[in-house]
């Protein structure tokens, strides 16, 4: 395990240096590229920052809807009081940045349950994940649509391109169907998998998704979607704050298929996150905006508010958690 980790921090920055290298390579093969960071800067500090801190003030309503998510889903072994899910849901996200696709996101948040029923409780959690999963899958489908029906003119003509996007839609509509089975009949599911030899011993894990309730699961399945249109408005605020001129529809089609990148491609750390982020970001949204500078520099920005600052906030909670402990 220990060699794992030690490969996993040793790839992690090693990728997200080659992203960053062909993304340099990207911002200074455009026009006037130093003019754009000039511009970047001077945005920041213009009358539009005003943005900036609106997007900041929703970083908690995000985080707030994903632990009202936890705390429906956890109501089968007992629930947890919403302060307590709001902590969890930061914590998770101090953990899941050093670990392989955000995967300790479920150890970091379980440190506020009992220790009996931890184990029920991860189980529970994916819920909350294939919800978001399906809304992100949904949307995506509809942005790959709009972009299939309405190619942008750097896109139109382009065969090769046309058809990753019918390739990445029959995808995304198997993923979505198969998902949404799944969570609309996890009962039945749970039952299946306990039929299948050798599933016995993991029974506690499977047992747990018996007991949902389906107007949990649909509370839970229209948080998402308000997650997610709280993550579209946060782009829609910062795009033009650098500079980057794109509508409401090209902001969601655009984006829509950027989220749906992040979701099915895995990655190794936060950094490789990040370079990945910046990546999707850059190829899709060049196809509305030229400014890549602009597209680069909001990625940033919601990548530091929407990750960065509240993996801060939970490593001080961490560390509360072991001081609580040790008295």
């Known amino acids: 395990m ?62 707030g809807i994903e632990a009202r998510k936890w705390q429906l889903a956890l109501r089968p072994v007992g629930g947890i009081a919403f302060r307590d899910a709001f902590r969890a849901v930061f914590t998770g996200t101090t953990m899941a940045c050093f670990t392989p696709n955000r995967m300790g996101e479920y150890l970091g948040r379980i440190l506020y349950i009992e220790k009996g029923r931890r184990i029920k409780a991860i189980s529970l959690t994916m819920a909350c994940s294939i919800a978001q999963l399906m809304v992100t899958l949904l949307i995506g ?6 972009l299939r029906a309405a190619p942008p003119p750097i896109l139109s003509g382009k065969h090769q391109g046309l058809l990753a996007l019918d390739i990445l839609l029959w995808i995304v509509l198997v ?38 309730d389906a107007t949990i699961l649909l ?27 794109l509508g409401f529809w090209q902001v969601l089609g ?47 920005a919601i990548w530091l508010i929407n990750l960065i600052i509240p993996a801060l906030i939970g490593s001080l909670l961490i560390v509360r958690i072991k001081l609580f402990k040790s008295r």
Do not use: D
Request: charged fraction near 10%.
């Open 175 to 212: 993923l979505l169907v198969s998902l949404t089975f799944i969570y609309c009949r996890f009962s039945l599911v749970a039952s299946l998998l306990l039929k299948v030899p050798g599933t016995r011993r993991f029974s506690i894990y499977i047992k747990v998704l018996e007991n949902f």
């Open 254 to 300: 655009g984006m829509s298929v950027v989220f749906l990148v992040m979701a099915v491609v895995p990655t190794l750390t936060f950094l490789t996150e990040l370079g990945l982020r910046w990546e999707a970001s850059i190829q899709v949204l060049q196809l509305y905006s030229s400014n890549v500078v602009g597209i680069f520099a909001t990625s940033f």
């Open 2 to 63: 220990n060699k794992g980790i030690k490969i996993t921090y040793i790839l992690g920055p090693l990728v997200f240096l080659v992203l960053s290298w062909f993304i340099y390579r990207q911002v200074i093969h455009q026009p006037n590229w130093k003019t754009s960071l000039h511009q970047v800067w001077m945005a920041i500090t213009s009358p539009q920052q005003w943005k900036l801190w609106l997007v900041l003030a929703l970083m908690p309503v995000n985080w």
């Open 141 to 146: 489908l509809v942005g790959i649509l709009y």
């Open 219 to 245: 509370r839970i399945l229209f948080l998402s979607f308000g997650r997610y249109i709280v993550f579209i408005v946060q782009y829609s605020l910062v795009f033009p704050v650098f500079g980057v001129a």
